[in-house]
């Protein structure tokens, strides 16, 4: 190797490590000269357990940049297509709501008067519901592909907003490792480090039955087992305060109807099953608190909410949190060896996107020549607050009110993280702002307004009198409003007509 070279090596395969190699090699080629050796270390002795995972709509664009064909991708991943998620129950038992994540705001031009998100502010202070200012709900609930037929030209989208997927994490990690040319790739185990005697840093990597493997910048793809950063004194920093969720129960089910282009996330008694269409099979899973349900509990209020029997593959103990710090020393944590949250939002990939793009703001040659500190120190205060950011959006889902267990009573008398506390008496008195949360660097994709509305509202948390009161100051935006909403609700019904079946279209590549 050459020593000017530099060798970035990431540590565990998956699907954070195989993006990371490609996305990190993407940004490399753009700038570095020479480009540095990118080598992904994997462990063959690393079971997944794969039962579905939900993507934002991130990584399309991030596959669509890495030049992958999305008729491939689906094909040999056996991907879905993801709108949003529907949630049942979380305000009230049987009461449901989607949660699209596209935003009409990006197809037209707002008025000059406009503040924020005047789009769901005029069907707030109307007393509609958000949701169906969103072309993605239509799509959801006739279970549509983002496609229709149109003759000679064959499939053309529906839309020019970027959805997402639902995918097997093993088969996504696969496809991307055969995407992988020119990186190498390690069959081994890491049993240990070599650190420098007087920076710390790590040299080299101690390999079983192979020679010592010299590095000058990891990355640590490892996931729960953490073994990289674990080893450079890193500290966790737990949401269990407000995400008491505790273990997940994954378990496969067969198809039962039309496949789904949506994430279902059904409230239970002491937390929620999630419910992942890929084309083979539903992946699904309860994520519960272990202090109010026992396993076997668990697996009957599965059964009982199904109307049949399951086979859990296994039961997982999580801690949700974040590393203290995301980067120490020349060792930067990935994926779920970074973070855990309940996998309610999609923000483990969409995560794990966002930092690789703000990992790869430093050039090859900062990363690889050891002077790393000004980044660094930017790159964990960045990262420390877009986390923190996703645990205090999911705990936002838990403020419905419900009372009718002792998991729920709990959540909604005490549970509601300070700052979801102090946002929701903002939204008493005024419509939800980009202004309300903590700006985010580069103008990078991350959970504000956009997302935020479609759940308040859903919850039933955001008054009308605010909203109301807004419009009425500037009329001239109210009545844009209406009619741009009137006009966009028509062509949304009209496009999701015209859009083939999803399973039909899955089938048809």
């Keep these: 190797m050459n020593e000017k070279q530099g060798h970035i090596a990431i540590v565990g395969g998956g699907t954070a490590g195989w993006l990371a190699a490609l996305v990190l090699r993407k940004a490399f080629q753009k700038s570095a000269t020479p480009l540095p050796r990118i080598s992904v270390i994997e ?6 357990v ?6 934002t709509s991130l990584l399309r664009q991030i596959l669509l940049d ?7 991708f689906l094909k040999e991943t056996g991907a879905t297509f993801k709108f949003g998620i529907l949630h049942n129950g979380w305000a009230v038992p049987g009461q449901s709501y989607y949660g699209p994540i596209d935003d009409p705001h990006f197809l037209v031009p707002a008025p000059p008067d406009a503040r924020g998100p005047w789009l769901h502010t005029a069907r707030i202070g109307s007393g509609k519901p958000v949701q ?5 709900t239509y799509l959801m609930r006739s279970k549509k592909a983002p496609f229709a037929s149109s003759g000679d030209k064959g499939m053309v989208p529906v839309s020019p907003l970027h959805h997402a997927y639902h995918f097997d994490q093993a088969r996504l990690g696969r496809f991307l490792a055969r995407k992988a040319a020119g990186i190498d790739h390690v069959k081994a185990e890491v049993h240990d480090i070599v650190r420098h005697p007087e920076t710390g840093d790590i040299t080299d990597l101690r390999l079983d039955g192979a ?4 590095v000058d910048f990891i990355v640590d793809c490892t996931g729960f087992r953490r073994a990289i950063i ?4 890193a500290s966790w920093h737990s949401y269990a305060d407000i995400l008491p969720l505790n273990k997940a129960m994954p378990f496969w089910v067969e198809h039962e109807g039309p496949l789904a282009p949506f994430t279902e996330a059904r409230a239970l008694s002491a937390g929620w099953m999630w419910r992942i269409p890929t084309q083979e099979r539903m992946g699904c899973g309860y994520v519960f608190s272990d202090i ?3 396993a076997d509990a668990a697996r009957a209020e599965i059964e009982a909410s199904l109307g049949h029997a399951i086979e859990p593959r296994g039961l997982i103990s999580i801690d949700p949190g974040r590393q203290e710090r995301a980067w120490i020393g020349n060792c930067v944590s990935l994926g779920l060896s970074q973070s855990f949250l309940e996998p309610l939002e999609a923000t483990s990939i969409h995560g794990t996107l966002v930092q690789l793009l703000l990992l790869s703001q430093s050039s090859a040659a900062e990363l690889t020549g050891g002077n790393q500190r000004a980044a660094r120190d930017r790159y964990n205060e960045t990262v420390a607050g877009q986390v923190d950011d996703y645990a205090h959006f999911i705990n936002l889902h838990y403020a419905g009110g419900r009372t009718d267990s002792p998991f729920w009573a709990e959540m909604t008398a005490g549970g509601i993280a300070p700052a979801v506390q102090n946002r929701l008496k903002i939204w008493q008195k005024e419509p939800v702002r980009r202004a309300h949360f903590p700006a985010f660097p580069d103008a990078l ?3 504000q307004e956009q997302l935020h509305v479609p759940v308040l509202d859903g919850l039933g948390l955001l008054p009308r009198g605010p909203s109301r009161n807004e419009m009425s100051v500037y009329p001239k935006v109210r009545a844009q409003a209406r009619k741009t909403v009137e006009g966009l609700i028509a062509e949304f019904k009209t496009a999701a007509r015209q859009a083939v079946d999803h399973g039909d279209y899955l089938r048809s590549i």
């Design 50 to 55: 794969g039962v579905g995972e939900g993507s």
């Design 292 to 294: 109010h349900l026992s």
């Design 66 to 72: 890495l030049k992958i064909d999305e008729a491939e």
């Design 211 to 214: 020679a010592d493997l010299p």
């Design 230 to 233: 674990g080893r450079m004194g």
């Design 445 to 447: 994709p991350h959970v």
């Design 43 to 48: 462990s063959p002795n690393i079971p997944t």
């Design 132 to 136: 169906d200012a969103h072309l993605f």
